[in-house]
T-cell receptor
């Protein structure tokens, strides 16, 4: 198993540009989520999904869109990038029940918005 | 709303010694899970240990153990026989049972000294 994969590893955008951060898992996990990590802030939940076709907002959803058309993929879209979105982004997945099932993290994407 | 607080931004410990990382949380829920995650310089998030709130017994995983004080809402991590490979950021995290909104603390940077 490849586990949780994220592409790209690094990305530089200009303000106003759009892009999609890719996340995929091959473990047949129902639950997937996106976090951002900023210095001194820990990880903050952006959006999550409990299965194909089902998404919900986390703590900091503004400026980000998600969709879950398949179990394997959970892309994160930035429609109009802003410098405040400069961060490291992590995707995570787990088989199901919150807490009881281990959450596996991807390697992260470092995004810089100029 | 639930919160997780890690009051020690940085700590250091000599190799082979024992160190304790602190975490406090606030919740009005009775059923929840608590976690410690490790993030080494590689940036990969790794689950260290998990505690179920309804279990009074403290969780242990090899050299890692927790002191879970439910009434005090305290969840500290003890690392015994510290090794150089333990050098990392450590995050405390919380999730209410039945939900998927994980909440992370701001992290403690641990350096193990040779």
């Amino acid at each position: 198993n490849a586990g949780v994969t994220q592409t790209p590893k690094f990305q530089v955008l200009k303000t106003g540009q759009s892009m999609t951060l890719q996340c995929a898992q091959d473990m047949n996990h129902e639950y997937m989520s996106w976090y951002r990590q900023d210095p001194g802030m820990g990880l903050r939940l952006i959006h999550y999904s409990v299965g194909a076709g089902i998404t919900d907002q986390g703590e900091v959803p503004n400026g980000y869109n998600v969709s879950r058309s398949t179990t394997e993929d959970f892309p994160l879209r930035l429609l109009s990038a802003a410098p405040s979105q400069t961060s490291v982004y992590f995707c995570a997945s787990s088989y199901g029940l919150a807490g009881t099932d281990t959450q596996y993290f991807g390697p992260g994407t470092r995004l810089t918005v100029l | 709303a639930q919160t997780v607080t890690q009051s020690q931004p940085e700590m250091s410990v000599q190799e082979a010694e024992t160190v304790t990382l602190s975490c406090t949380y606030d919740t009005s829920e009775n059923n929840y899970y608590l976690f410690w995650y490790k993030q080494p310089p590689s940036r990969q998030m790794i689950l260290v240990i998990r505690q179920e709130a309804y279990k009074q017994q403290n969780a242990t995983e090899n050299r890692f153990s927790v002191n879970f004080q439910k009434a005090a809402k305290s969840f500290s991590l003890k690392i015994s026989d510290s090794q150089l490979g333990d050098t990392a950021m450590y995050f405390c995290a919380y999730v209410t049972s039945g939900t998927y909104k994980y909440i992370f603390g701001t992290g403690t940077r641990l350096k193990v000294l040779a």
